[in-house]
C-alpha cells in the first residue's frame, strides 16, 4: 500500500463500503479477512500505540454498536439466504480483530510497566536524602512522657487517659474537696459558662479525675498512671495555663507507703539516670490523701546547673499519699477492704530539670529553632534497655 497511513475513521468508512458490496453479492466473497480495508485496519491496530486509541478502535469495531456487531446484528433484515455467509464472512473479521487488540493491549501494559521499572529504578549507591524523620524533632514534653511510660510500664503500671473537659463532681467534689475550697475559685480554675441545670464544665486542674475514672470502672488491683494536659490560670516564666501533669495510682489490698516509698524511688533512678538517690519524705497537706506528702530529692546546684544523686541540696519533685478514704467511697471502693497510694509531678518541671530548660514558655511558642535544638530524634525512642535519653 502506497497510500498516507489512514485514520480510524477513514478506515471505518472503508469497512462499510466493503461491507455494502459484501451485501449486494456475498457470493463473490471467499473471505473477508483479508479484503483491502480489513488488512489495514489490521495494521492499523497492530501499530497503535496507547491504550486510549486502542480502546477508542475497540469501541468502534468490536463494541455494542461498533461496526462489526452493527452488520452481525441487521442480519436479520436481509434475506434469509444471504444470512450463514454474511455472518460466515463477518465472524473471522470480528475475531480476527479481537485477537489483534487483545494482543495489542498486552503488550501496551508490558511496555508501561517496563518503562516505570527503568525510569522508577533507584541508585542504591546514592547518598540518604534528609528525610522528615531527620529533621523533625519529638517536644521534650512528649519525650518526658515517653520515659515515664517506659520506666512504669516495667512496674507494670497501664497507661489511663481521660477527657481535658471534665465535670466539677471528677475534677473537685469526688476527690474529698470541700465546696468552699479555694481550688474551686475562678482565680485558679478555668470554667465555663454554667449551664441551665446551674452545673459547670471546667478544664480540669489535675490529671486526678481520671484516675476517678479508673476507680469506677475497674475493680482492684489497680495500677494506673496518667499523664496529660492541665489547666489552671495562672502564668509566670514558671506557669503556663497549659501545663502537664503524670499521676499515679496504686488500689490494692495491702497496698501501704513502703511500696509508695520504693517505686517513687526506682523511678527517680530511672528517670535520672543514677545509680542512688537520696529521698525525702515531708508531711503536707492534699484534700485527696491522708497523710500526705511532699518528696525532695538530693541534688548539687552548681552555677545554675544542678545534678541529681549527689550533693546535700534538696529539691522538690512531688506530692504524694494514701488515697484518703472519703475518696475511696467516692469511687465505690470500701476504704476497710482496699487501700492505697497515688502521687502526682509536673512534666514539664522535670523536663525542665532533667533537660536544663530554663524558661517553661519556650515549651509553648512553638518556635521550631528552641526545637531543634532542645527535641529528640524520632526514631531514639527511650526503653530501660537502650537508655532513657541516650
Ligand atoms: C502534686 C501532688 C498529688 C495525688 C496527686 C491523687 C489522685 C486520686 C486520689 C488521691 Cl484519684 N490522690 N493524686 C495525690 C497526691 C499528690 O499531686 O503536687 N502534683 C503536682
Redesign the pocket.
Known amino acids: 500500500m502506497s497510500e498516507e497511513k489512514k485514520n480510524l475513521p477513514q478506515l471505518l468508512d472503508k469497512l462499510d463500503q466493503e461491507y455494502e458490496s459484501l451485501k449486494r453479492d456475498p457470493a463473490l466473497f471467499v473471505t473477508w479477512e483479508s479484503s483491502d480495508a480489513n488488512t489495514q485496519i489490521q495494521i492499523y491496530l497492530r501499530s497503535v500505540n496507547s491504550a486510549n486509541e486502542l480502546n477508542e478502535a475497540k469501541i468502534q469495531l468490536l463494541g455494542k454498536s461498533g461496526r462489526l456487531s452493527m452488520y452481525l446484528s441487521e442480519l436479520g433484515r436481509l434475506p434469509k439466504e444471504m444470512r450463514p455467509q454474511i455472518a460466515a464472512l463477518v465472524n473471522p473479521v470480528k475475531a480476527r480483530d479481537q485477537e489483534i487488540i487483545d494482543a495489542k493491549f498486552e503488550e501496551i501494559n508490558r511496555t508501561a510497566i517496563e518503562e516505570r521499572l527503568r525510569s522508577e529504578s533507584e541508585d542504591v549507591t546514592l547518598p540518604v536524602r534528609e528525610a522528615p524523620f531527620e529533621t523533625g524533632r519529638v517536644h521534650p514534653v512528649t519525650q518526658v512522657i515517653d520515659e515515664l511510660t517506659a520506666i512504669f510500664a516495667d512496674m507494670g503500671f497501664a497507661i489511663a487517659e481521660g477527657p481535658d473537659i471534665e465535670t466539677d463532681g471528677y475534677n473537685f467534689t469526688k476527690?474529698n474537696f470541700p465546696e468552699d475550697h479555694p481550688a474551686r475559685d475562678m482565680q485558679d480554675t478555668f470554667f465555663f459558662n454554667p449551664k441551665p441545670d446551674g452545673s459547670r464544665l471546667l478544664l480540669r486542674t489535675?490529671t486526678?479525675p481520671v484516675?476517678?475514672r479508673t476507680?469506677l470502672a475497674q475493680k482492684p488491683p489497680i495500677r494506673v498512671i496518667c499523664p496529660g494536659r492541665t489547666y489552671r490560670s495562672d502564668s509566670d516564666q514558671t506557669h503556663t495555663p497549659m501545663f502537664h501533669?503524670v499521676?499515679g495510682?496504686v488500689i490494692d489490698k495491702g497496698s501501704h507507703l513502703g511500696h509508695l516509698k520504693w517505686i517513687l524511688e526506682e523511678f527517680c533512678k530511672a528517670f535520672f539516670e543514677v545509680d542512688r538517690v537520696k529521698m525525702r519524705f515531708r508531711p503536707s497537706f492534699?484534700p485527696?490523701?491522708e497523710p500526705?506528702l511532699e518528696v525532695d530529692i538530693q541534688c548539687r546546684r552548681d552555677k545554675g546547673e544542678v545534678r541529681f544523686g549527689e550533693g546535700d541540696d534538696w529539691m522538690e519533685i512531688?506530692?504524694?499519699?494514701m488515697?484518703?478514704p472519703n475518696?475511696l467511697r467516692n469511687?465505690g471502693l470500701d476504704p476497710d477492704g482496699f487501700q492505697g497510694f497515688?502521687?502526682?509531678?509536673?512534666i514539664d518541671r522535670i523536663a525542665m530539670l532533667k533537660y536544663g530548660m530554663p524558661d517553661l514558655r519556650a515549651f509553648f511558642e512553638a518556635d521550631v529553632r528552641w526545637l531543634s535544638h532542645y527535641g529528640f530524634r524520632p526514631l531514639d525512642f527511650p526503653t530501660l534497655a537502650g537508655g532513657l535519653s541516650s
Not at 342 to 346: D, I, K, Q, V
Open positions: 476527690l489535675h486526678s484516675q476517678v476507680m501533669q499521676e495510682l492534699f485527696f490523701t500526705s512531688l506530692g504524694c499519699g488515697v484518703h475518696v469511687c497515688a502521687w502526682g509531678l509536673g
